[in-house]
């Protein structure tokens, strides 16, 4: 089956710097790949995603990468604010099957 | 509607009580999930309804026990719970047998087993 691993698992950034999570997956057949924001207490929310069709996609301040031969996905974030400070979760599914599988998650904390 | 909703968000219950936890979604998505999540950890997949026919146990202990009366809502009926049970159980639902729409959360029950 499917393993998402994702690194680092804590990340410390200053407020307006980047930040950068990544992540590989192991089964060749996985083409969806979103990201999840998760602060205490709540649901994932979905903040970005993409597909095995596309190499970038970008919004506002976040940006996913995927690299398909190599496996691997990250997310991209600049000029950090306080409120990004939250877990971060990559998943990865494949097209057919239903199952959603999720990285370790990365905590992030933005220090103003 | 473009949500999924969970109730109750929190539940507190003793080792041997009976409880249900109910999800309920009217975007007309077939296939519906429950997921395990520990603190600061991910979500884990129980169970997959997909066209209200159970799909996927991820060799779940019998003490939990789902159930998707019509394709709008599923439960999880619990019996017999211990502490380590105490978690956020997760609801999610998707359009169909594919991932073309991604997947949709809801807030969740807060679970503690005492």
């Known amino acids: 089956g499917e393993n998402v691993e994702q690194h680092p698992s804590t990340l410390s950034v200053q407020e307006g710097d980047s930040a950068v999570i990544k992540c590989t997956y192991s089964?060749?057949?996985?083409?969806?790949f979103p990201w999840y924001k998760q602060e205490l207490g709540k649901r994932p929310q979905l903040i970005i995603d993409?597909?095995?069709?596309?190499g970038e996609k970008k919004d506002q301040r976040i940006a996913v990468t995927l690299n398909k031969t190599a496996k691997h996905f990250s997310l991209h974030i600049t000029e950090t604010q306080p409120e990004d400070s939250a877990v971060y979760f990559c998943?990865?599914?494949?097209?057919?099957?239903?199952?959603?599988?999720f990285g370790a998650g990365t905590i992030l904390r933005v220090k103003s | 509607d473009t949500e999924v909703t969970q109730t109750p968000k929190h539940l507190v219950m003793g080792m041997t009580n009976k409880k249900s936890l109910k999800c309920e979604q009217h975007?007309?998505?077939?296939?519906m999930y429950w997921y395990k999540q520990k603190a600061k950890k991910p979500p884990e997949l129980m169970f997959v309804?997909?066209?209200?026919?159970?799909?996927i146990n991820e060799s779940v202990p019998s003490r939990f026990s789902p159930e998707c009366p019509n394709s709008s809502l599923l439960n999880l009926h619990l019996h017999a719970l211990q502490p380590e049970d105490s978690a956020l159980y997760l609801c999610?639902?998707?359009?169909?047998?594919?991932?073309?729409?991604?997947?949709?959360f809801g807030s969740g029950t807060r679970l503690t087993v005492v």
């Open positions: 999610a639902s998707s359009q169909g047998e594919t991932n073309l729409y991604g997947y949709t």
């Open positions: 089964d060749s057949a996985s083409n969806y």
């Open positions: 993409i597909r095995s069709n596309v």
């Open positions: 998943a990865a599914s494949m097209e057919y099957g239903n199952k959603l599988v």
């Open positions: 975007m007309g998505h077939r296939a």
């Open positions: 309804y997909s066209y209200e026919k159970l799909s």
